[in-house]
């Protein structure tokens, strides 16, 4: 079990302040910070539906992209032994490490679109 939401292929982190006594969230990859909360899990539902409504909106009336915007390289700590396997696997294969890893990658996505785990997100368009 994870603790987000999901709604229109937008996530939302979900978190609980016993201080408080609210559940509290933000919107997840995108480059606003937009937050939401409820007492109730009814309640932060329906929170999280209202600031993903109001985001396309505000992206649509502003030309923006919904999403925040990825360069296409991160960094990946492994233990050493993991990055040996790694690089001799790739080395075998007669692939770059760099290529492995975005084969491996495609391969956990595509098997996540079959159990719905994985959320793809699409862009305002551009006029």
Not at 20 to 25: M, W
Not at 62 to 82: A, I, T
Not at 97 to 105: E, I
Not at 108 to 127: M, W, Y
Request: aromatic letters at 8%; proline letters at 2%.
């Amino acid at each position: 079990m994870k603790d987000v939401l999901t709604y229109k292929g937008f996530i939302g982190s979900v978190r609980f302040s016993a201080d408080d006594n609210v559940f509290f969230g933000k919107v997840e990859g995108i480059n606003d910070l937009i937050t939401f909360e409820g007492r109730t899990v009814d309640e932060l539902v329906s929170a999280f539906h209202y600031v993903v409504e109001e985001h396309i909106k505000d992206c649509e009336k502003e030309n923006l992209s919904l999403e925040k915007s990825y360069k296409g390289s991160f960094n990946v700590r492994v233990s050493p032994e993991l990055h040996r396997q790694a690089a001799l696997t790739a080395k075998i294969q007669g692939i770059s490490l760099n290529q492995l890893v975005n084969n491996s990658l495609t391969r956990i996505l595509k098997a996540g679109k079959k159990d719905k785990s994985t959320v793809i997100f699409s862009t305002c368009p551009n006029r």
